[in-house]
């Protein structure tokens, strides 16, 4: 089975993010780690095929400093990598995004593509749908659990007021929840072997992309301005000294909440 | 006037909150259309005339539930294609920006997501507000290719009535083999009891970690009953099984954005943060005076919650009685 992971390379959450004049992030003064979510979809890929055979394709799309991340994920056990990089591709709003992810996935081949449910930077959650509605594969999105059985996949989607079990045939777009699994860490021969393992690098010619449907001057979407929000005034913090219910309920009546 | 499409969402003929504060913002775009995918829109015709719907445009077919997502965003691609409306509003749920996913990439438009407030910009077009980097940065966004698809968070913009015919339109739709890959097979929905729904509600009482099991848990729903409150939970509580996984709120649970927010026994990680920082006032109790969700909180209290809680409760409840 030719399992594909979509790995993207995000800052860092843990530090101060800043945007750039043109209101898009400034991912370039930041350090770069793989989007929390795709942890989990690596590890559901590696997991497949354990369990099934096969071999997990990495798959970015990203500046070069993204080979970072690659190598990280090949250091979990993935067998080889994809990395589409072209500087026409810098700024892309998702519709982008996911028009290049579709056709490296076409020219990589695939019977199951897995992604992460959301990225921490973009957060809006819409490339795997997206992916799914370019391949034209079934969507079984929002998973906490994968069962694959034959050519047939079965996921628990999670909704918005409970789960929903979802079935398919293969080929299929899938993306994950952090309920799924637990990723597991590089071990030290992991990482030795990482180092010799294949990246085949593409560019948008390669992929036959063109560079006008690509990139912040081509986005479908523009950023009209932005403010700092006034920062939350510092609050009142009290230590309870047997009346912290009581101090509660007051603030909370002085609100009119009660 | 330009038509603007509304996506409802309904449960057994009932209109979601989210879909009236859609129709707020719509009716600032253009005339609002509703666009009702599944049964249950007479029962629903009522409420969206009450807030301006002037049509509704109903496919009444079992596919919407038995096939994931695909079938409401051929729905809609549909409807572009014949009214051609000024902008599509969706809710803002995972579902929602699904939807809105797939139909930008059928209609080659721009989709913009959790959207806190839609207005008309100086050329007409909408211009949507979205927070950023946890809610320290509002970005203001348009569409420029076409048609503007926005995903609107609930609980974002208040509802406003405002009368509208509501004429009920039948669509004929069928969805197409490529939008019948994906089938349903089981629905599960967890019990939410009589408790508002978490991402409508103008109260929620969170508890984390600090709660220390199923059983400590329920003094969070003590509060929340106490206040009339829905009920969140943190990453922490959910894994390890405390409260159902619906009730997670932060980057990967649900965002909500009530009136108040009370996050009890619960650190502030970065990612719970994400999906509570818009919440206009937020109530902190954690014993650790250096927990970070006392640096977003506007009153906090240090203390053992099992003390500080039902003491609040207490106290509510009497002030209930006056
Ligand atoms: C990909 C990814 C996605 C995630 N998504 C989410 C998400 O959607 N939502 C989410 O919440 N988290 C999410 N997390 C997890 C997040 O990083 C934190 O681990 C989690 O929020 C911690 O939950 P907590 O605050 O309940 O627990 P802790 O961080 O352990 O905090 C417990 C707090 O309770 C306090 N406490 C203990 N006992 C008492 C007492 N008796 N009285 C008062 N206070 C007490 C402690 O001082 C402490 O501050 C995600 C993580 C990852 C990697
Ligand atoms: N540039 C990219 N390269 C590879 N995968 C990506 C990229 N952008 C998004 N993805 C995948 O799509 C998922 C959802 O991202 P998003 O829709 O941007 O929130 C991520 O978890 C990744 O798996």
């Known amino acids: ?258 | 006037m330009a038509e603007v499409l509304v996506l409802a969402e309904h449960a057994g003929g009932e209109v979601k909150k989210v879909t009236v504060e859609l129709l707020t913002a719509a009716r600032r775009l253009g005339e609002p259309s509703v666009v009702w995918a599944g049964e249950g829109a007479q029962e629903g015709r009522a409420r969206l005339a009450e807030f301006g719907a002037a049509k509704v445009y109903v496919a009444d077919s079992g596919e919407f539930a038995e096939f994931v997502v695909a079938p409401k965003a051929e729905l809609l691609a549909q409807l572009v294609g014949s009214a051609s409306p000024a902008a599509v509003l969706v809710a803002g749920t995972t579902e929602g920006k699904e939807i809105a996913g797939r139909l930008a990439v059928k209609t080659g438009s721009g989709v913009l997501t959790d959207a806190v407030d839609v207005t008309a910009g100086p050329d007409g077009a909408p211009v949507a507000e979205q927070p950023n980097f946890g809610g320290a940065i509002t970005v203001r966004s348009r569409v420029r290719t076409g048609t503007p698809i926005i995903a609107v968070r609930p609980n974002a913009i208040s509802a406003e009535p405002s009368e509208g015919a509501a004429e009920i339109v039948a669509v004929d739709f069928t969805a197409s083999e490529a939008a019948r890959l994906a089938k349903v097979t089981e629905h599960v929905t967890a019990e939410k009891g009589a408790r508002p729904e978490l991402t409508e509600a103008q109260i929620v009482v969170s508890g984390g970690r600090g709660t220390g099991s199923a059983e400590g848990f329920k003094v969070i729903e003590e509060l929340a009953d106490a206040l009339g409150a829905a009920v969140g939970a943190s990453r922490a509580v959910t894994d390890a099984g405390w409260y159902p996984h619906a009730f997670q709120v932060g980057q990967t649970g649900k965002t909500v954005s009530p009136q108040l927010y009370m996050a009890v026994g619960i650190s502030g990680a970065i990612q719970h943060r994400a999906g509570m920082q818009t919440s206009k006032t937020i109530i902190a109790v954690n014993k650790d005076p250096e927990a970070p969700i006392f640096e977003i909180a506007d009153f906090g209290v240090v203390g053992d919650l099992f003390k500080v809680v039902p003491q609040l409760v207490e106290e509510v409840s009497k002030r209930r009685q006056l």
């Open chain 1, 1 to 258: 089975m030719n399992i594909v992971v979509c790995v993207k390379q995000v800052p860092d959450t843990a530090v101060e993010r800043t945007l750039t004049g043109a209101g898009t992030l400034d991912r370039a003064s930041l350090d770069g780690l793989i989007n929390e979510l795709d942890e989990y979809a690596i590890e559901e890929g590696l997991k497949i095929a354990e369990a099934h055979g096969g071999e997990v394709t990495i798959l970015s799309v990203g500046p070069e400093k993204a080979s970072e991340s690659i190598r990280k994920a090949l250091s979990m056990g993935a067998d080889k990598a994809v990395h589409v990089v072209d500087d026409a591709i810098a700024g892309s709003d998702a519709l982008a995004t996911s028009l290049v992810l579709a056709e490296a996935v076409k020219a990589t081949g695939f019977d199951l593509v897995i992604l992460g449910s959301e990225s921490t930077d973009a957060r809006t959650g819409v490339v795997p749908a997206m992916l799914a509605e370019r391949l034209g594969v079934p969507q079984l999105t929002l998973s906490s659990k994968v069962d694959i059985d034959g050519t047939d996949v079965t996921v628990r989607r999670v909704s918005d007021d409970g789960y929903d079990t979802v079935t398919a045939s293969l080929p299929a777009v899938v993306s994950v929840v952090e309920k799924i699994n637990e990723p597991r860490y590089p071990s030290f021969k992991g990482i030795m072997a990482a180092k010799k393992k294949p990246v085949r690098t593409l560019t948008l010619t390669d992929l036959s992309v063109d560079a006008s449907a690509v990139g912040l001057a081509n986005a479908a979407t523009e950023v009209a301005d932005f403010a700092a929000r006034p920062p939350r005034a510092a609050g009142e913090i009290v230590t309870d000294e047997g009346d912290g219910g009581t101090r509660v309920a007051a603030f909370l009546a002085g609100r009119k909440f009660i």
